[in-house]
Every structure is written in structure tokens, then in C-alpha cells.
């Protein structure tokens, strides 16, 4: 009996010494905490790497050096994931020519924090649920956008024109259709 309790009492002390033992810390790597934050703010399926599926429309306007500006209002907006998801979606880009024609100032506004909300509302005036050719758009007067608000269609000859944006060219997506646009579709303010 003797033998078992010194047998438990060398157990309890090794059990007691490794709890008691010094560990060791490190000092933080700011490199790493920096990629964590980083990686924490960007998160979702938009921020994922895929160079074999079809293009998705942010991929499509992430890759044309004509919607840069587009891309940063998306990218200001906090949008990215949901021009990546299933859809179908399309999407009226306007180009960086059709950014410029806005008032002075109004993309560098638009840009900053405390407008996300106005910038949400005016990208989302350019997405509609569906994948309709230009063609096919032609059928219809309106159309419901993303934002909750209807735009006019209307054709001219051969033109289709969104609001009064003429849609100068069109790319199937992996989710959808991207229309690009020769202006900047702005919701109505009632």
C-alpha cells in the first residue's frame, strides 16, 4: 500500500511540475496580425481564387481597365459578394467615361464612408435579377432593379437604352450578363 501511494504521490508531482512549468511567449509578429485583419475584412465568395470557372460579372469588371471606377464604388460599397453569388444577374456597368461625366466631385463624394449607404442604393439601381440579351430587353418598358425601384427600357432604332444609358456592349457571365453602359444610372429622388 505504501509502495502505491508513493507511486501516486511521484504521478501528482509530475502531473503538478508539467502544469506549473514556464511557457514560453513569443512576441507577436504584427505581419501576422496584420494578414489576420486583412483576411478578416475581406471574407466571402467574392475573395476566393478560381482561374477555371467562367467569369462572374465582378470578375468581368475587375478585368476591364474601361470600369476601374465602377469597380471602386463597388469596392467602397462593400458589394462584392453579391455580384458574385448564383444570380442570374445582370448588371449595367457604367464606363469610367461615363463616371466622368457626372458633376465634379460627385465620384470622390460618393467614395467616402459616410456615403456607403447613398452609394449602395445607386449600384444597386444598376443590377436587375435575370440574363437578357440586349435583344430580348427589347420586349420589355421596365425593369425592377436590385434597390427596389423600376427603370424605363426603351428602343431606338437598333439602340436599347436603360434610363437614358445606351447599351454599347454586352459579356455573358458565369452568373449572368454585364451591359456596358455609356452613363451612370441614377435612381429617382421622390
Do not use: R, W
Not at 504521478?11 to 508539467?18: G, H, Q, T
Not at 464606363?95 to 466622368?100: G, H, P, R, V
Amino acid at each position: 500500500m505504501k509502495t502505491i501511494n508513493q507511486l501516486i504521490l511521484v504521478f501528482l508531482s509530475i502531473l503538478f511540475f508539467i502544469g506549473c512549468k514556464e511557457t514560453k511567449n513569443e512576441p507577436s509578429d504584427s505581419n501576422t496580425e496584420q494578414k489576420v485583419v486583412e483576411k478578416a475584412e475581406k471574407q466571402g465568395q467574392a475573395f476566393i481564387k478560381d482561374d477555371e470557372a467562367t467569369p462572374n460579372v465582378l470578375n468581368i469588371a475587375i478585368g476591364s481597365p474601361d470600369h476601374t471606377t465602377l469597380v471602386a464604388a463597388v469596392q467602397a460599397a462593400e458589394l462584392e459578394n453579391a455580384l458574385v453569388n448564383a444570380g442570374p444577374l445582370m448588371v449595367f456597368a457604367p464606363t469610367n467615361a461615363a463616371f466622368e461625366k457626372l458633376p465634379e466631385g460627385t465620384v470622390e463624394d460618393l467614395l467616402k464612408p459616410e456615403n456607403k449607404d447613398m452609394l449602395a442604393n445607386i449600384l444597386k439601381y444598376h443590377v436587375t435579377p435575370g440574363n437578357y440579351s440586349k435583344d430580348f430587353l427589347k420586349k420589355f418598358k421596365k425593369l425592377g432593379q436590385s434597390n427596389g425601384v423600376d427603370v424605363f427600357v426603351t428602343v431606338k432604332g437598333e439602340d436599347v437604352y436603360i434610363g437614358d444609358a445606351k447599351i454599347i456592349a454586352s459579356v455573358k457571365a458565369g452568373n449572368g450578363i454585364v451591359h456596358v453602359i455609356d452613363k451612370v444610372l441614377l435612381p429617382p429622388t421622390d
